[in-house]
Nanobody, 121 residues
Framework: QVQLVESGGGLVQPGGSLRLSCAASGRIFGINAWAWYRETAGKQRELVAGISSDNSTNYADSVKGRFTVSRDNGETTIYLQMNNLKPEDTAVYLC???????????????WGQGTQVTVSS
């Protein structure tokens, strides 16, 4: 079974840090790009950060300079280092990847189940 599993969420005080991980498992031929999104009740899902196959990255303006997305050498896990966290960063963080199951199949979007991040004193 192909899946993405996030971990690393939790409760942190304002100004603190957390590191999220997202691991891909199962029979995957390739992964083209990854992204972290977040969602809160009543708000549209927001793109937080993305990293492509050439390791180029992009960030939402609200997290630039505070969050860093990276990928491991095996290219099956990505991370989101979140520093100087603010209460408005509270959300469920979801991992997304464009995956290909076979060499002759198109890329498809895969989502993880999400991990809760709460920033509060």
């Amino acid at each position: 079974q192909v899946q993405l599993v996030e971990s690393g969420g939790g409760l942190v005080q304002p100004g603190g840090s957390l590191r999220l991980s997202c691991a891909a498992s199962g029979r995957i031929f390739g992964i083209n790009a990854w992204a972290w999104y977040r969602e809160t009740a009543g708000k549209q899902r927001e793109l937080v950060a993305g990293i492509s196959s050439d390791n180029s990255t992009n960030y939402a303006d609200s997290v630039k300079g505070r969050f860093t997305v990276s990928r491991d050498n095996g290219e099956t896990t990505i991370y989101l280092q979140m520093n100087n966290l603010k209460p408005e960063d509270t959300a469920v963080y979801l991992c997304n990847a464009a995956i290909r199951l076979r060499f002759n199949k198109p890329y498809q979007s895969l989502w993880g189940q999400g991990t809760q991040v709460t920033v509060s004193s």
